[in-house]
C-alpha cells in the first residue's frame, strides 16, 4: 500500500499517528509544518528499509518493548537536510518523540545495543528515539581538606604562559589521548556547520577535520601524574568514616556556570556577558537581547584599528560553547576561518604542554573543560599544598581568539597581541577552588605587611 494516496490534501495515517507522538505542540505554524515535513522524509526513507513498523513500534511503546535499529542512510557530512534546515538525524527525531528541549548531540548517548548509533560513523544511522539517552551530569564527590596542617610558601613562584616562548608540535590525529582513550578525537565534524574549512593566518592547512595544530608552551604535563585520587576522598554513599581535622567542600552548580569577556588586543570592550542557559553563540552580529547569545558585532571601541575592524568582518558565526554533563565543548561555527583555543584542562586530557594553543578549524569542535577530570586534580592538589591547589585558577580560564592564531607558528605570540578574543571564566569551578582555598587559609611565609 502506497502510505501517500490519500489524497494531496490529507496526511497518511502513518504520518498522523506518528506525529501525535510528538513531545512538544509546535509554537508557530512554520515549525509545524516542518516537523510534517520532517516526517514525512522519514516516513519516505523508512519504506524502502521496511523500519515503519520498528519506529511506531517504539514511539508508540514510548520504549517500553525493545526495538531494533532503524536506519537510515548516512549523508556525506552527517547531517539530514528537512527543506531548508539541516541537522544531525537523530538529534531531530529525538527532540520530536522524546526531549524537545535537547540542544545538541553532546547531550545524546546511544545504548550499548544500538548497532547503528550515529557516533559508529556506519554507512547508515540508527534514528530510533529510544536507542539514546540523554547525558546526566555526574554528582562530582568532595573533596576534603585537612583543617591542622600549616602549608609553606613556594619558594620559586611558577612561571607563567606568557612569560614563555611557545613551542610548536603537531598533534597527531591517528594516536589516542593519553589519558581518556574514550575521549573523542580533539576535532571533529558537527551538526551545525559543514566540515569543510579554509583558515586566515594559519601556518597549517588541514585536510582533515580531524587534525588540529598546536602550539605548547612551558613544561609538558603528566597526566597520569594529575589525575592520581586522593586518599583521602570518600565518593557519596560511602561508609568510611570522616578522618580527623577535615573539612568537607562540595560542588555546587552556580547560577550562571561561565563568563565571558570580549578583547581587542590588550583592550577589554564591553561588559561580561553571564552564561545561564547550556548553549552559548559567541558570534560577530547584532542581537542586542538573546540569552544564547553574545553578539560582538554591537561593541564599539574608539582605539580600533584596520586590522581589528578586517578581522571582526571574518567573526561571521564565531564559536558555541556547549555545557553538558559537567563537559564543556566549543565547536567552530564559523564559515570561512578557525578559532585557536588555549584550554589548560585540555592540554592535562592530550597530554600536550601547559598552556598549548590548539588550531580549531570551522566545522570541528573541542572538549575544553571536564568537571571530573578537574575534580581529581583539585583532590590531588589539595594534598600538595595551597599553592598547587591556587594554581589551579587557570584551569578555569580558557583564552579563545578569532581567526588569528598566536604562538611561536604565529607572527603573534601572545593572545593579547591578536585582534579579537575572549576569556571565559568557569565559574562553578572557580567558586569551588575559592572554598577550598578559604578552607586551608593562606601559607606560612606568604603574608605581607606594610614594613616587608
Given at each position: 500500500?502506497?502510505?501517500?494516496?490519500?489524497?494531496?490534501?490529507?496526511?497518511?495515517?502513518?504520518?498522523?499517528?506518528?506525529?501525535?507522538?510528538?513531545?512538544?505542540?509546535?509554537e508557530?505554524?512554520?515549525?509545524?509544518?516542518?516537523?510534517?515535513?520532517?516526517?514525512?522524509s522519514?516516513?519516505?526513507k523508512?519504506?524502502?528499509?521496511?523500519?515503519?513498523?520498528?519506529?511506531?513500534?517504539?514511539?508508540?511503546?514510548?520504549?517500553?518493548?525493545?526495538?531494533?535499529?532503524?536506519?537510515?542512510?548516512?549523508?556525506?557530512?552527517?547531517?539530514?537536510?528537512?527543506?531548508?534546515?539541516?541537522?544531525l538525524?537523530?538529534?531531530?527525531?529525538?527532540?520530536?518523540?522524546?526531549?524537545?528541549?535537547?540542544?545538541?548531540?553532546?547531550?545524546?548517548?546511544?545504548?550499548?545495543s544500538?548497532?547503528?548509533?550515529?557516533?559508529?560513523?556506519?554507512?547508515?544511522?540508527?534514528?530510533?528515539?529510544?536507542?539514546?539517552?540523554?547525558?546526566?551530569?555526574?554528582?562530582?564527590?568532595?573533596?576534603?581538606?585537612?583543617?591542622?596542617?600549616?602549608?609553606?610558601a613556594?619558594?620559586?613562584?611558577p612561571?607563567?604562559?606568557?612569560?614563555?616562548?611557545?613551542?610548536?608540535?603537531?598533534f597527531?590525529?591517528?594516536e589516542?589521548?593519553?589519558?581518556?582513550?574514550?575521549?573523542?578525537?580533539?576535532?571533529?565534524?558537527?551538526?551545525?556547520v559543514?566540515?569543510?574549512?579554509?583558515?586566515?593566518?594559519?601556518?597549517?592547512?588541514?585536510?582533515?577535520?580531524?587534525?588540529?595544530?598546536?602550539?605548547?608552551?612551558?613544561?609538558?604535563?603528566?597526566?597520569?601524574?594529575?589525575?592520581?585520587p586522593s586518599?583521602?576522598m570518600?565518593?557519596?554513599?560511602?561508609?568510611?568514616?570522616?578522618?580527623?581535622?577535615?573539612?568537607?567542600?562540595?560542588?555546587?552548580?552556580?547560577?550562571?556556570?561561565?563568563?565571558?569577556?570580549?578583547?581587542?588586543?590588550?583592550?577589554?570592550?564591553?561588559?561580561?556577558?553571564?552564561?545561564?542557559?547550556?548553549?552559548?553563540?559567541?558570534?560577530?552580529?547584532?542581537?542586542?537581547s538573546?540569552?544564547?547569545?553574545?553578539c560582538?558585532?554591537?561593541?564599539?571601541?574608539?582605539?580600533?584599528?584596520?586590522?581589528?575592524?578586517?578581522?571582526?568582518?571574518?567573526?561571521g558565526?564565531?564559536?558555541?560553547?556547549?555545557?553538558?554533563?559537567?563537559?564543556?565543548?566549543?565547536?567552530?561555527?564559523?564559515?570561512?576561518?578557525?578559532?585557536?583555543?588555549?584550554?589548560?584542562?585540555?592540554?592535562?586530557?592530550?597530554?600536550?604542554?601547559?598552556?598549548?594553543?590548539?588550531?580549531?578549524?570551522?566545522?570541528?569542535?573541542?572538549?575544553?573543560?571536564?568537571?571530573?577530570?578537574?575534580?581529581?586534580?583539585?583532590?590531588?592538589?589539595?594534598?600538595?599544598?595551597?599553592?598547587?591547589?591556587?594554581?589551579?585558577?587557570?584551569?578555569?580560564?580558557?583564552?579563545?581568539?578569532?581567526?588569528?592564531?598566536?604562538?611561536?607558528?604565529?607572527?603573534?605570540?601572545?593572545?593579547?597581541?591578536?585582534?579579537?578574543?575572549?576569556?571565559?571564566h568557569?565559574?562553578?569551578?572557580?567558586?569551588?577552588?575559592?572554598?577550598?582555598l578559604?578552607?586551608?587559609?593562606?601559607?606560612?611565609?606568604?603574608?605581607?605587611g606594610?614594613?616587608?
Amino acid at each position: 500500500m502506497n502510505v501517500f494516496s490519500n489524497g494531496p490534501f490529507s496526511q497518511p495515517p502513518i504520518i498522523k499517528r506518528l506525529l501525535n507522538y510528538k513531545q512538544a505542540p509546535d509554537e508557530d505554524e512554520g515549525e509545524e509544518r516542518w516537523s510534517e515535513k520532517a516526517v514525512k522524509s522519514l516516513v519516505k526513507k523508512l519504506k524502502k528499509t521496511g523500519g515503519l513498523q520498528e519506529l511506531e513500534k517504539a514511539i508508540t511503546s514510548l520504549g517500553h518493548q525493545p526495538t531494533r535499529c532503524v536506519t537510515i542512510p548516512r549523508s556525506l557530512d552527517g547531517r539530514l537536510q528537512v527543506s531548508h534546515r539541516k541537522g544531525l538525524p537523530h538529534v531531530i527525531y529525538c527532540r520530536l518523540w522524546r526531549w524537545p528541549d535537547l540542544q545538541n548531540h553532546h547531550e545524546l548517548k546511544a545504548i550499548d545495543s544500538c548497532q547503528f548509533a550515529f557516533s559508529l560513523k556506519r554507512d547508515d544511522v540508527c534514528i530510533n528515539p529510544y536507542h539514546y539517552v540523554r547525558v546526566e551530569t555526574p554528582v562530582l564527590p568532595p573533596v576534603l581538606v585537612p583543617t591542622n596542617i600549616h602549608y609553606d610558601a613556594p619558594l620559586d613562584r611558577p612561571q607563567l604562559a606568557e612569560e614563555i616562548l611557545p613551542d610548536n608540535v603537531v598533534f597527531p590525529s591517528t594516536e589516542p589521548p593519553t589519558v581518556f582513550p574514550e575521549t573523542p578525537p580533539p576535532a571533529y565534524p558537527t551538526d551545525e556547520v559543514a566540515s569543510s574549512s579554509s583558515a586566515m593566518d594559519s601556518p597549517h592547512v588541514l585536510s582533515n577535520p580531524s587534525s588540529v595544530s598546536v602550539s605548547g608552551v612551558g613544561s609538558p604535563i603528566s597526566p597520569s601524574s594529575c589525575l592520581s585520587p586522593s586518599p583521602y576522598m570518600r565518593t557519596p554513599g560511602s561508609d568510611v568514616a570522616l578522618p580527623p581535622d577535615y573539612q568537607v567542600v562540595t560542588y555546587c552548580e552556580p547560577a550562571y556556570w561561565c563568563s565571558v569577556s570580549y578583547y581587542e588586543m590588550k583592550n577589554r570592550v564591553g561588559e561580561v556577558f553571564n552564561a545561564a542557559k547550556p548553549s552559548l553563540t559567541i558570534d560577530g552580529y547584532t542581537d542586542p537581547s538573546s540569552a544564547e547569545r553574545f553578539c560582538l558585532g554591537l561593541l564599539s571601541n574608539i582605539h580600533r584599528d584596520p586590522i581589528i575592524e578586517q578581522t571582526r568582518r571574518h567573526i561571521g558565526r564565531g564559536v558555541r560553547l556547549f555545557y553538558v554533563g559537567g563537559e564543556v565543548f566549543a565547536e567552530c561555527s564559523s564559515e570561512s576561518s578557525s578559532i585557536f583555543i588555549q584550554s589548560p584542562n585540555a592540554n592535562v586530557r592530550y597530554g600536550w604542554h601547559a598552556a598549548t594553543v590548539c588550531k580549531v578549524p570551522s566545522g570541528c569542535h573541542l572538549k575544553i573543560f571536564n568537571n571530573q577530570e578537574f575534580a581529581h586534580l583539585l583532590a590531588q592538589s589539595v594534598n600538595q599544598g595551597f599553592e598547587a591547589v591556587y594554581q589551579l585558577t587557570r584551569m578555569c580560564t580558557i583564552r579563545v581568539s578569532f581567526v588569528k592564531g598566536w604562538g611561536a607558528e604565529y607572527r603573534r605570540q601572545t593572545v593579547t597581541c591578536t585582534p579579537c578574543w575572549i576569556e571565559i571564566h568557569l565559574n562553578g569551578p572557580l567558586q569551588w577552588l575559592d572554598k577550598v582555598l578559604t578552607q586551608m587559609g593562606a601559607p606560612e611565609g606568604s603574608r605581607v605587611g606594610s614594613n616587608t
